[in-house]
């Protein structure tokens, strides 16, 4: 199965797709006893902002913001913030055809449309009210939900952000194909830093290949493309220095390119100029523990365990592990369930890993004593009784 039809130079994902997630959001709605739910779109971290509501819409990415109404019956309607890319949307996808403005306000917009269902009195699932993974103050303004609560006073208000987490988890075929197809371009990225990442060359130009590779691979904007420089380092850099590379410095990294709004993330550190013994061992470390974490990456074992296996070769050589997640899952959203416990990100819970999942790896090791630290990670897909990697490169700390 491809991973989306190309009408008119834009990707789509099929009808028989759509109904597919529709049906098993609404499962879960009726078990949880809602009539609706409203999905709060932004632009937070690379459009991961935007996951949920895209995945019920095909509408998100690019910076988009609005708000998702979706009930038992209706196709949903989507209250967008700027009505001057109403019929952009309606060009690029062919999901929602029902995309209103939100003037006044997209808060009585919304509420209009639970009004007009008839809804007005009843149960309501929110999306973004509750703490994730990326957001742990949630993403709904509080002026717009106070303004919700005000228009619909008579309507029982509870998340279903767990709920609908757990149905975006399972990914279908059509989503794996977008991840092999967002893999590629990441892939095709790290190649591009691998040709241009020499001494005397600027680390931004460096980044500025990377980002030219993804788009011209196909990549959605915004794409994430992390680097940082030095030569004494830990984790990648949100900044990359405007200088000149020089021999000894080391290059982390975090590159993911997206494709139809599904992420695949990896890290390949690279060194200008033979690394240091001590950077050798991190780097030897981090990819022993991803070889056994693949290993070990079957349906049934929980996300702790698979992060304790891939932590042990560097704890037990006397290293921290850094604030990123060790295990997470990944999918229109750059961090998304299940996550491993971590203590830097109030994850406290340790679900099961599911066939059909799609999951990235990031081993750590820090060395106190010497102030460094590295970082690898790759992407895997659960099958039923192993794991699959979606990239295809050799897995190295490329010396340039």
């Known amino acids: 199965m491809t991973a989306a039809s190309d009408t008119a130079g834009y990707p789509r994902l099929s009808r028989d797709e759509r109904a597919r997630r529709f049906a098993a959001v609404r499962a879960r709605m009726t078990r949880q006893g809602l009539d609706a739910i409203v999905i709060r779109t932004d632009s937070g971290k690379w459009d991961s902002g935007s996951a949920e509501g895209r995945y019920l819409t095909h509408i998100g990415g690019n910076g988009e913001e609005g708000y998702t109404v979706f009930d038992l019956r209706e196709d949903p309607v ?166 000149p590379l020089i021999a000894g410095d080391i290059l982390l990294n975090e590159i993911t390119g997206k494709y139809n709004g599904y992420w695949s993330q990896a890290h390949a550190p690279v060194a200008v100029g033979p690394p240091s013994p001590a950077y050798q061992r991190l780097f030897d470390l981090t990819l022993e523990g991803l070889h056994a974490g693949q290993a070990a990456l079957t349906p049934g074992i929980r996300t702790g365990e698979l992060a304790e296996i891939i932590r042990k070769p560097s704890e037990k050589a006397g290293c921290l592990w850094n604030p990123i997640p060790t295990v997470k899952g990944i999918g229109m959203s750059t961090s998304e369930f299940p996550m491993s416990p971590s203590p830097y990100l109030a994850v406290t819970t340790s679900p099961a890993i599911q066939e059909n999942m799609v999951i990235t790896f990031q081993p750590a090791a820090y060395d106190q004593a010497a102030g460094i630290g590295m970082h690898i990670a790759e992407t895997f897909v659960v099958m039923r009784d192993a794991c699959r990697r979606l990239g295809h490169r050799t897995l190295e700390f490329r010396v340039v």
């Not at 917009?109 to 994730?132: D, K, N, P, Y």
């Not at 977008?178 to 990225?189: D, L, Q």
């Open 78 to 243: 989507f209250v967008i913030w700027g009505p001057g890319h109403i019929e952009n949307w309606k060009a690029a996808q062919d999901w929602t055809t029902d995309i209103r403005p939100g003037i006044p306000s997209s808060a009585h917009v919304v509420a209009a449309r639970i009004r007009e269902l008839g809804l007005e009195r009843g149960r309501l699932g929110l999306v973004g009210r509750a703490s994730g993974p990326l957001t742990p103050d949630g993403r709904w303004p509080q002026l717009a939900y106070e303004t919700f609560r005000r228009e619909l006073p008579d309507a029982t208000l509870t998340d279903f952000d767990d709920e609908l987490a757990a149905v975006r988890a399972l990914k279908s075929p059509e989503e794996i194909a977008c991840h092999e197809r967002a893999m590629a371009m990441t892939e095709a990225a790290i190649e591009a830093m691998y040709a241009h990442a020499r001494a005397g060359v600027s680390g931004v130009e460096v980044v500025g290949q990377m980002v030219g590779r993804l788009v011209r691979a196909g990549s959605d904007m915004s794409v994430m493309v992390q680097l940082a420089v030095g030569p004494k380092i830990c984790l990648a850099s949100r900044l990359t220095p405007d200088r």
